[in-house]
């Protein structure tokens, strides 16, 4: 594919620009408001949150039971980890404070 020039880039876009309808347009109608429906009475608050509520449960995509039970295990290891660490640190702190700073 050849390469085009600036000019030539120009004259096509001013071939473009020259075929575009610029007609001005009529204006459209005013549409009316469609008028609301008259509201009896207004739903209590705890009774819309639940509702609003339950709207959002419906939505949510719930872990299947395999889902939930590696979950589980992950955060029950990732303590283990965690609660070695915590245990071995304590213990060479402790007797880095019994050796040298309560000498």
Do not use: N
Not at 17 to 34: G, L, N
Not at 66 to 83: F, M, R
């Amino acid at each position: 594919m050849a390469r085009q020039t600036r000019d030539e880039r120009r004259k096509r876009r001013a071939q473009a620009d020259a075929s575009i309808d610029r007609t001005p347009r009529q204006p459209r109608e005013a549409v009316r408001p469609v008028a609301e429906p008259a509201v009896h009475a207004p739903e209590p608050r705890k009774t819309h949150f639940l509702a609003e509520s339950w709207g959002e449960l419906r939505k949510v995509e719930w872990p299947r039971q395999q889902q939930v039970v590696q979950g589980t295990i992950v955060v029950l290891i990732a303590c283990l980890v965690v609660g070695f660490y915590l245990w071995g640190a304590d213990q060479v702190f402790k007797r880095l404070v019994e050796q040298v700073l309560l000498r």
